[in-house]
């Protein structure tokens, strides 16, 4: 599954877009490596949704560029907030009424909708879906022409520990096999066990992007450790490599990358008693929270046609 686009998928230079007098994204640059995951993230007002669909081509840049994918469901998949989807159709029909957009049969549509689970409901009515069987219904849509390039919006609300765990899947399964992911969310939780590579929006504009292995060297989880006294424990551990010590407030050691054995050795080494050490492991939110900022302008980013773009119609948990 190659784009035929080199070692980038999207790649956007120095994008911004004004809506009147609100700036919605300003000076973004980012790149979507083909073949990956890539996860756009940050807190709702950040500009994710401005991005996404100016990389579909539905809104233009005000400045700067976007070197996205190929226009047209053989290339690119989308799935858009909200999901653009009708809710007197049932889901078989969903899917047949844009298949002959798609240039795929009805056998398509029927593996398409065991891929997705969706074969048990094939025949009830949108209306009657839970929001995150809609977000499904969206994902098979924009899986039916089999593109390269998915650009996904929101596509983590309102899932359970069940469906985050089988949209990872779907996720890691279109990379491996060569195709390359593009997908928003409000949580850092959400989108850390997929992704290869995160980029933080607060406010319009990029405040951080990296892998999701340097985004947790940067913030490690720790042990804090209630010792005297404490600058004592501190010395001792930074003598056997262990430098990233905070004090606390109230005293306490946070300790970085030292096991609590390691700890209580080199402790009683140096004659620094132990109180206690406790865990502190960092949720990937907590992370977020630091890199970003609510939004102070909310701006409403003008809601596309489906029809005017088929496609539409508690620890870091990450291996990598």
Not at 169 to 184: D, F, I, K, P
Request: with cysteine; aromatic share 2%.
């Amino acid at each position: 599954m190659s784009n035929g686009r080199g070692s980038d998928a999207v790649l956007v230079r120095g994008a911004g877009k004004q809506f009147g007098l609100v700036s919605a994204v300003h000076e973004i640059d980012f790149a979507v490596p083909a073949g990956s995951v890539t996860a756009l993230v940050g807190p709702a007002g950040a500009g994710k949704s401005t991005v996404l669909q100016m990389v579909l081509g539905l809104q233009q840049p005000t400045t700067g560029s976007i070197d996205g994918p190929n226009r047209g469901p053989a290339a690119v998949g989308a799935v858009l907030s909200p999901r653009g989807l009708h809710p007197a159709r049932t889901v078989r029909d969903q899917l047949l009424c844009y298949a002959p957009v798609a240039g795929v049969s009805r056998r398509r549509v029927a593996t398409v909708l065991d891929e997705t689970g969706l074969t048990a409901i094939a025949e009830t009515v949108v209306a009657q879906l839970h929001p995150v069987q809609q977000t499904r219904l969206a994902v098979a849509m924009a899986l039916l022409a089999d593109p390269p390039v998915l650009v996904l919006d929101d596509l983590f609300a309102g899932a359970n520990s069940i469906e985050r765990g089988w949209l990872h899947e779907l996720l890691r399964r279109h990379a491996n096999r060569g195709g390359t992911v593009l997908v928003s969310s409000d949580a850092l939780a959400d989108v850390v066990p997929s992704a290869d590579h995160l980029v933080v929006l607060s406010e319009g504009t990029v405040v951080w992007q990296g892998t999701p292995a340097k985004l947790r060297r940067g913030h490690p989880d720790r042990l804090v450790v209630a010792a005297s006294p404490s600058i004592a424990l501190a010395t001792a551990l930074a003598g056997h490599g262990f430098t990233d010590a905070v004090m606390r407030p109230d005293g306490r050691l946070a300790v970085a990358e030292a096991s609590e054995a390691d700890i209580r050795s080199i402790a009683e080494a140096a004659q620094v008693r132990i109180g206690s050490i406790v865990a502190d492991p960092i949720h990937p939110d907590r992370v977020l929270a630091s890199l970003t900022k609510p939004r102070r302008h909310r701006h409403t980013v003008p809601t596309p046609n489906p029809a005017a773009y088929a496609p539409a119609p508690t620890s870091y948990g990450m291996p990598r």
